[in-house]
């Protein structure tokens, strides 16, 4: 069964920093393109990063570039979101993607699996 499971969300202050991770169970290839979506309650889900099967081409959304940074360990089979300078307005429910085809994430529709999400809160 493929499974993706997110961990590292929690409540930081404004300024602050986490990092999201991103495991894959034995039946999701390590090597498939991966992305993290977010979303806020009341709004669809959005994209948030995307990163190629090896790691060599990466996208992130106008509203968090320069702040954010998508990373792999194909070893590992573990993606990761490395997250400073957090806002309040990043506060959302994160989702880890992967696209079982290797085609690369660039929209939901493009997502075969889901993990379960991981919330994050950035509030004073």
């Known amino acids: 069964q493929v499974q993706l499971v997110e961990s590292g969300g929690g409540l930081v202050m404004p300024g602050g920093s986490l990092r999201l991770s991103c495991a894959g169970s034995?039946?999701?290839?390590?090597?498939?393109?991966k992305g993290w979506f977010r979303r806020v309650p009341g709004k669809e889900r959005e994209f948030v990063a995307r990163i190629s099967w090896n790691g060599s081409r990466t996208a992130y959304a106008d509203s968090v570039k320069g702040r954010f940074t998508i990373s792999r360990d194909n070893a590992k089979n573990m993606v990761y979101l490395q997250m400073n300078s957090l806002k309040p307005e990043d506060s959302a429910v994160y989702y880890c993607a992967a696209n079982g085809q290797y085609r690369e994430i660039d929209n939901m529709a493009s997502v075969d699996y889901w993990g379960q999400g991981t919330q994050v809160t950035v509030s004073a």
């Open positions: 034995e039946h999701t290839s390590s090597t498939w393109p």
